[in-house]
């Protein structure tokens, strides 16, 4: 492994991913990813923020975990969407 394969992805390579899912989904339809990304994988050292995934997904509530149980991050329309619920 060449050290620029372990150097740590920057938050933009979180938003490709999601991105890319946008392009199979509806708008509307939740994007979740449930483990698998954590802070320290990034170079900011932090799970994306909310205006990276609004950025990213603006038709379409994100929810993105750290574990299965959190942290997580959410873009605005999943808070809205919440909000609804309640």
């Known amino acids: 492994m060449t050290s620029a394969?372990?150097?740590?992805?920057?938050?933009?390579?979180c938003k490709r991913f999601i991105k890319a899912r946008v392009k199979t989904v509806?708008?509307?339809?939740?994007?979740t990813a449930a483990g698998g990304w954590v802070p320290f994988q990034f170079a900011e050292n932090r799970l994306p923020l909310q205006s990276e995934l609004d950025a990213a997904?603006?038709?379409?509530?994100?929810?993105?975990?750290?574990?299965?149980t959190g942290p997580a991050s959410t873009d605005t329309l999943a808070v809205s969407k919440h909000r609804a619920l309640q």
């Open 26 to 31: 509806p708008p509307g339809a939740w994007i």
């Open 57 to 68: 997904a603006p038709k379409n509530p994100v929810l993105v975990f750290q574990q299965f």
């Open 5 to 13: 394969s372990r150097a740590p992805h920057r938050s933009q390579t």
